[in-house]
């Protein structure tokens, strides 16, 4: 994968194989006159994980939010699978729900139906299916996010950790080809963190495609093959976790990653 446009982009990248699944280039979009992404560049190829991370109000999460077009850039070019779904200054992919299926998103806040038991809750994302089958691929799913034995548990009866995994089990119900986590544990305990972290760890290891905007910069260096530092609505700096996150480069990074390490007071 390589994101262009960074301060300090070398124009190198671990190879990919055919086509990259998410191409962005010169992507621009503006709330109310100010700028929070401005010509950003990124390229993500099937089965490599890119991690995102940088300062709250950087723009990382309205990135993520314009690449499966919840929020409408102002201008730029989207590909997504080999289709262009978004060009210039408009949408030109007819159909989003398709889209949404191809590439998934786990939000910070779980966004889990109350009234709806775990099983249910996955259920219901599956579309065009009997429900035997809607049931059968939900509690296969369940049984991989390692909640089999609370399937028929409501939201209000799950910690915080539990219903984050039912919202990945959901994402994955649709059976896409990327994933994208918007702070997936911003939310959570310590212990609820750990949980999640270890779905996202073994989804990893299956060779899930997936871009992660994400805090946790121990499991971004563990997980990712590139990571993109992110500041202002600009890439700063990027390349292999090992560079950014040991070897930073620029100030901005190193200023990040300082206060990252530094203990609460």
């Known amino acids: 994968m390589i994101v262009n446009g960074s301060a300090t982009a070398t124009g190198t990248a671990p190879p990919g194989q055919g086509k990259p699944l998410v191409d962005v280039q010169g992507l621009v979009k503006s709330f109310d006159g100010r700028v929070v992404l401005d010509n950003v560049d990124l390229r993500v190829w099937p089965g490599k994980i890119l991690s995102i991370l940088g300062q709250s109000g950087g723009g990382k999460t309205t990135l993520m939010r314009c690449i499966n077009l919840l929020e409408r850039p102002d201008r730029g070019t989207i590909d997504l699978a080999g ?46 299916v ?36 039912v919202a990945i089990a ?12 918007d702070e997936p544990t911003s939310a959570l305990d310590p212990e609820s ?32 093959d590139w990571t993109v ?7 700063v700096e990027q390349g292999p976790p090992a560079d950014v996150l ?20």
Do not use: W
């Open 83 to 128: 289709e262009t779904v978004f060009e210039g200054s408009r949408v030109v992919c007819r159909d989003l729900a398709r889209l949404r299926r191809t590439v998934g998103m786990v939000f910070q806040r779980f966004h889990l139906f109350p009234h709806l038991t775990a099983v249910e809750n996955v259920m219901l994302a599956q579309r065009g």
């Open 130 to 165: 009997s429900e035997d089958q809607a049931l059968e691929t939900a509690v296969r799913l369940l049984q991989r996010v390692h909640l089999a034995h609370r399937g028929l548990a409501y939201p209000e009866q799950m910690s915080g950790g539990e219903q984050q995994r």
């Open 170 to 181: 959901r994402a994955l119900a649709l059976q896409p080809k990327v994933l994208l986590f």
């Open 193 to 224: 963190t750990r949980e999640v972290l270890r779905v996202m760890r073994e989804l990893a290891d299956d060779g899930m495609t997936m871009i992660i905007v994400t805090h946790e910069v121990p499991f971004a260096r563990r997980v990712s």
């Open 229 to 235: 530092f992110v500041d202002g609505g600009v890439i």
């Open 246 to 265: 040991e070897r930073p480069v620029e100030a901005r990074t190193r200023a990040f990653l300082t206060a990252f390490d530094e203990p609460a007071r």
